[in-house]
């Protein structure tokens, strides 16, 4: 059991000083970090100097504090980012070198999608995603995937929330978000036009395990008005079935009776 103090469980304090950090604020002095965390500063310096002794965090010659290379370390071993990234690079690498556009991929987690991969095209519009970031499910191509197959109570929580604004094209109509995760569901792809912002399109298609069932999603996005979201699906559900093979390939085989 985590030892107790006035201020709650050692490892609950330590987690919220790692969640103090984000993609705004990724150097962070003491200060900040007590007031971002909510703890008091003295428990903080005590805690930060053991996350830094472990690796999770490292202090510049300033006294600032960043995210150490050992909790990447850690990190990158999960399961679902790095087995799935490798599996996934190849394709996606080469629908970028066929399109010269961005290729995403993203899990799940909750309520919200993390982006696991993606590789910029030449040519690409710019996109406010990134690596290990989260983004709502509603709104992007790999997010409509992901919610149109999860569980029903999950999408009706989030339809039935207040939906992020992104842009004037962001769908927040609860009926209009039914029938859009309908769709794809029917189509084996999503279109989000202009929903995150006003000059990209995103396609987006379901990445299956063995069993069918939805494990991730691969998305394409380009500037808007260039191609036809028609035009890019066969492209992204090719890939996105070519992944979903290496898990077939991947899974044991049973040995005859």
């Given at each position: 059991m985590a030892k107790r103090t006035?201020?709650?469980?050692?490892?609950?304090?330590?987690?919220?000083?790692?969640?103090?950090?984000?993609?705004?604020?990724?150097?962070?002095t003491l200060t900040d970090l007590a007031r971002r965390a909510g703890l008091p500063l003295s428990t903080v310096h005590r805690l930060a100097a053991e996350l830094v002794a472990w690796g999770a965090l490292e202090r510049d010659e300033a006294g600032r504090y960043t995210v150490g290379l050992r909790l990447w370390e850690v990190g990158s071993l999960a399961p679902r980012g790095l087995g799935l990234r490798e599996r996934a690079l190849p394709y996606l690498e080469?629908?970028?070198?066929?399109?010269?556009?961005?290729?995403?991929?993203?899990?799940?987690?909750?309520a919200e999608v993390v982006f696991v991969e993606r590789i910029a095209g030449s040519r690409a519009v710019p996109v406010h995603t990134r690596v290990g970031g989260r983004f709502a499910l509603s709104a992007t191509g790999v997010g409509l995937v992901l919610l149109a197959?999860?569980?029903?109570?999950?999408?009706?929580?989030?339809?039935?929330?207040?939906?992020?604004?992104?842009?004037?094209?962001?769908?927040?109509?609860?009926?209009?978000?039914?029938?859009?995760?309908?769709?794809?569901?029917?189509?084996?792809?999503?279109?989000?036009?202009?929903?995150?912002?006003?000059?990209?399109?995103?396609?987006?298609?379901?990445?299956?395990?063995?069993?069918?069932?939805?494990?991730?999603?691969?998305?394409?996005?380009?500037?808007?008005?260039?191609?036809?979201?028609?035009?890019?699906?066969?492209?992204?559900?090719?890939?996105?079935?070519?992944?979903?093979?290496?898990?077939?390939?991947?899974?044991?085989?049973?040995?005859?009776?």
């Open positions: 006035a201020t709650g469980p050692v490892l609950g304090r330590a987690l919220l000083i790692l969640e103090a950090f984000g993609p705004r604020h990724t150097t962070l080469d629908l970028s070198q066929v399109t010269h556009e961005n290729v995403q991929l993203a899990v799940r987690e909750g197959h999860a569980p029903l109570e999950l999408q009706e929580e989030v339809i039935g929330s207040p939906v992020e604004r992104f842009t004037p094209y962001t769908v927040t109509d609860p009926p209009v978000l039914r029938r859009m995760l309908a769709d794809v569901r029917t189509n084996g792809f999503s279109v989000s036009d202009r929903q995150v912002t006003e000059d990209a399109l995103s396609v987006g298609a379901p990445i299956r395990d063995p069993h069918g069932t939805v494990v991730a999603a691969l998305s394409l996005v380009v500037r808007h008005g260039t191609v036809s979201p028609h035009a890019l699906s066969p492209l992204v559900r090719s890939s996105a079935r070519a992944i979903s093979r290496t898990f077939t390939a991947a899974a044991p085989r049973r040995s005859g009776a």
